[in-house]
T-cell receptor, first 113, second 114 residues
Framework: DQQVKQNSPSLSVQEGRISILNCDYT??????FLWYKKYPAEGPTFLIS?????DKNEDGRFTVFLNKSAKHLSLHIVPSQPGDSAVYFC????????????FGTGTRLQVTL | KAGVTQTPRYLIKTRGQQVTLSCSPI?????VSWYQQTPGQGLQFLFE???????NKGNFPGRFSGRQFSNSRSEMNVSTLELGDSALYLC?????????????FGPGTRLTVL
């Protein structure tokens, strides 16, 4: 039972344009949502998070949007840079088990010149 | 501030052996969680330790165990290794509530079981 889904395995975006990565979840008990960036054979790097009481959180080039009614979140990267090329994972956790993250399957982002 | 460190980075074992992996969290972080990443199952939560006690547990067999020491360092042990245990094992640490959900990962230990 995949509680966190990233339906797009890959995404290609031109440098300077906006990258939009999407994530859907099924568990209504999730209260916290995070995005991580990962290179092969390395640990995930934390990018940005949002709690369920908000619908938007911004940090530099990264913005996360949360639509609780649709159980959907997205990560916007503006402008996209070649160094952003990596696999992006969304993750979620509940308030009672905040440290137990459930991860999506990842989306490979390639930013082309 | 130093990040999460994991040792060793690479391990090769044979079926039936056991293995111990080590993790040192970010200074001041008392929660340490372990995850397994495989191509087939993705990133899966193993367990979390806080103040030397297991606080959360994932759906893994009892061959997977862990512990945490008073300095918050943690070890994970896998006994009677199986081929399917080959994976990248990741350790993550986090602050106390209310930001306990923001986990910071180490580089991982790549375990290969032959």
């Amino acid at each position: 039972d995949q509680q966190v889904k990233q339906n797009s395995p890959s995404l290609s975006v031109q440098e300077g344009r906006i990258s939009i990565l999407n994530c859907d979840y099924t568990n209504s008990m999730f209260d916290y949502f995070l995005w991580y960036k990962k290179y092969p054979a390395e640990g995930p790097t934390f990018l940005i998070s949002i709690s369920s009481i908000k619908d938007k959180n911004e940090d530099g080039r990264f913005t996360v949007f949360l639509n609780k009614s649709a159980k959907h979140l997205s990560l916007h990267i503006v402008p996209s840079q070649p160094g952003d090329s990596a696999v992006y994972f969304c993750a979620a956790s509940g308030s009672g088990t905040a440290s137990k993250l459930t991860f999506g399957t990842g989306t490979r982002l390639q930013v082309t010149l | 501030k130093a990040g999460v460190t994991q040792t060793p980075r690479y391990l090769i074992k044979t079926r039936g052996q056991q293995v111990t992996l080590s993790c040192s969290p970010i200074s001041g972080h008392r929660s340490v969680s372990w995850y397994q990443q495989t191509p087939g199952q993705g990133l899966q939560f193993l367990f979390e330790y806080f103040s030397e006690t297991q606080r959360n547990k994932g759906n893994f067999p009892g061959r997977f165990s862990g512990r945490q020491f008073s300095n918050s360092r943690s070890e994970m042990n896998v006994s009677t290794l199986e081929l399917g245990d080959s994976a990248l094992y990741l350790c993550a640490s986090s602050r106390d509530a209310p930001r306990a959900y923001e986990q910071f990962f180490g580089p991982g230990t790549r375990l290969t079981v032959l």
